[in-house]
């Protein structure tokens, strides 16, 4: 399967601080996901974004599939921001692999 | 929007025993459903496809007869881990594709932690 990797592994955060996450992706993708995991282990579907940018509130993300990354950003963080970040791609037969994931904690 | 809906949400069984999961898409059909394992502070690692009407797609290193997955339905996909031993326990998590290639269907259920006492 595809190798997703992520980083950084864990990112700690001032509530109200700007973060960027990076996600690369070792062979071409149909898509691309970012998740969010709550505490309790819910995935949260963020963003469908295989290529280009998309926004939704404080977060945004850029694919560059050319490159084969994707960035998430996250603004003025929220301690309800903390949790796993993952990014989920999809090869031709539309399994999706997760990345490594990111660990976020915003501390007021 | 689209629900899958998993259960149970928790569950301690015995060695030895089986325990069967259930995940369902509960507005829509799915005719692709995902099975995801997930140990502490790790990723996701997909352990199967199953395909309404079809066997399951196991992948690489996953033991088809110790994770027995039946997609009988449009809406319902099982997960039985038999014979289950404390090296099972861990974190179950389906997701469910719709039959129209939207790719942004995969949705996924709130997970099943399982642990094998």
């Known amino acids: 399967g595809i190798q997703v990797e992520q980083s950084p592994p864990d990112l700690i955060l001032q509530e109200g601080a700007n973060s960027t996450l990076r996600c690369n992706f070792s062979?071409?993708?149909?898509?691309l996901q970012w998740f969010h995991q709550n505490p309790w282990g819910q995935l949260i579907n963020l963003f469908y974004?295989?290529?280009g940018t998309k926004q939704n509130g404080r977060l945004s993300a850029t694919t560059v599939a050319t490159e084969r990354y994707s960035l998430l950003y996250i603004s003025s963080s929220q301690t309800t921001d903390s949790g796993v970040y993952f990014c989920?791609?999809?090869?031709?037969?539309?399994?999706?692999?997760f990345g490594t994931g990111t660990r976020l904690t915003v501390i007021p | 929007g689209a629900v899958v809906s998993q259960h149970p949400s928790r569950v301690i069984c015995k060695s030895g025993t089986s325990v069967k999961i259930e995940c369902r898409s509960l507005d829509f059909q799915a005719t692709t459903m995902f099975w995801y394992r997930q140990f502490p502070k790790q990723s996701l690692m997909l352990m199967a496809t199953s395909n309404e009407g079809s066997k399951a797609t196991y992948e690489q290193g996953v033991e088809k007869d110790k994770f027995l997955i039946n997609h009988a339905s449009l809406t319902l996909s099982t997960l039985t881990v038999t014979s289950a031993h404390p090296e099972d326990s861990s974190f179950y998590i389906c997701?469910?594709?719709?039959?129209?290639?939207?790719?942004?269907?995969?949705?996924f259920g709130s997970g099943t932690r399982l642990t094998v006492v």
């Open positions: 989920a791609v999809s090869d031709g037969a539309n399994n999706l692999f």
């Open positions: 974004i295989p290529s």
């Open positions: 062979d071409s993708v149909n898509n």
């Open positions: 997701s469910a594709r719709g039959g129209g290639g939207d790719p942004y269907g995969y949705t």
